[in-house]
């Protein structure tokens, strides 16, 4: 089925890949889609059975085995079939898998969501709760949703205060003036005369200040000076900028934990203990979500070591909406490499699109 313009903008990014050839990314894609359907390695044999090549099963294991040596497949066990790794997950998402449309009953289900919300006149808070519930029980994945958030505004001024021996408040302050403050790690011999440096820098770095020529060689000296707190300092700059608009619980939403038990992935009760640990952290999850916000992207596919989760062989993929006043959220999917990413892609963007007309339509209907 054809792909609608908001899929294909999803993808815009990624580059031509020429590294295979036709019948090598047929059967990536053949031994991809058997994988996500199945959660069993992929064998020549069963894969010729069903394969749109008209080749042997011998043909089809040395492609196979090409495919292991770029680093596209790899073998789990001694003489089992091949499973997709990360790299030939990514090949599969950028140019192979195949997003259809969400089906219509699917659709219509939605429609019947969003009829109930405008007539209920539903909460914003209970619309995104009942989306990332419907995704997750769809796809059957862990789900994560960022209510609308506003773009960040540029920074006036940023300033450090010692409050402790080893311990400093970090105060910005937009162009709006929002005050923004929170308490950072500091060396305990910094002295006051080191934060007032390093206040100057991360002015200068991350403030729209024009600064005068004096202004910069005064700069320059300083980071000379400073050159044993470069480690601090990058460290202030990441505070600074991943630091969300808002950080309070009610902006982030969780469902889906228990889909976890159901994949073969997690059989291991240590990985899923470190899944729960990892969805226990709300704040780092608030950052990871609202750092994509700037994304010009609808649709972004985070695979395995892109996703930023402090876990190996997880995928997050995320939808951007809008909200009221400009703002906007995304809503996400959270589950193994071995995921159905054109299914997963198919029901956000429909969730995105019904989410985005219900909270702007929302808006317009209080004005």
Request: proline letters at 4%; aromatic letters at 6%.
């Amino acid at each position: 089925m054809t792909e609608s313009p908001f899929l294909q903008s999803a993808f815009a990014e990624s580059e031509v890949d020429n590294s295979l050839n036709d019948r090598q990314k047929t059967v990536l894609r053949e031994v991809c889609d058997a994988f996500i359907s199945t959660g069993i390695p992929v064998g020549s044999r069963n894969l010729s059975k069903s394969s749109k090549l008209t080749c042997s099963p011998a043909t089809l294991r040395n492609e196979m085995a090409d495919l292991e040596s770029m680093g596209y497949l790899y073998s789990p066990h001694t003489s089992a079939g091949r499973v997709p790794t990360e790299k030939g997950y990514k090949f599969y998402v950028n140019f192979l898998v195949e997003f259809e449309r969400i089906s219509q009953l699917e659709e219509s289900l939605i429609g019947k969501i969003a009829e109930i919300s405008l007539e209920t006149n539903t909460r914003q808070q209970d619309i995104l709760k009942s989306a990332i519930k419907y995704a997750c029980q769809k796809t059957n994945l862990a789900g994560i949703l960022l209510a609308p958030q506003h773009a960040k505004n540029p920074l006036r001024s940023i300033k450090l205060f010692k409050i402790l021996e080893n311990k400093a408040m970090l105060v910005t302050v937009d162009d709006c003036g929002n005050i923004n403050d929170q308490i950072v790690n500091i060396p305990s011999e910094t002295s006051d005369d080191v934060l007032n440096k390093l206040s100057i820098l991360l002015n200068a770095q991350l403030c729209q200040q024009q600064f005068h020529q004096y202004e910069q060689d005064y700069i320059e000296k300083t980071r000379h000076i400073l050159s044993r707190y470069n480690n601090l300092l990058s460290q202030l700059v990441k505070q600074v900028q991943n630091s969300p608009n808002e950080s309070d619980s009610d902006s982030i939403f969780l469902d889906g934990l228990v889909n976890f038990f159901d994949q073969p992935e997690f059989n291991d009760p240590e990985r899923i203990r470190q899944m729960v640990s990892l969805l226990d952290q709300k704040e780092n999850l608030l950052q990871l979500l609202a750092k994509s916000l700037d994304s010009k992207r609808e649709i972004v596919v985070n695979i395995g070591s892109d996703s930023g989760l402090a876990i190996k062989n997880i995928s997050l993929v995320s939808a951007r909406y809008r909200g009221p006043n400009r703002s906007v959220g995304r809503i996400g999917l959270i589950g193994p490499l071995r995921m159905d990413y054109g299914g997963v892609v198919s029901t956000l963007t429909s969730l995105s699109n019904t989410l985005s007309k219900l909270l702007i339509g929302q808006s317009e209907s209080s004005e």
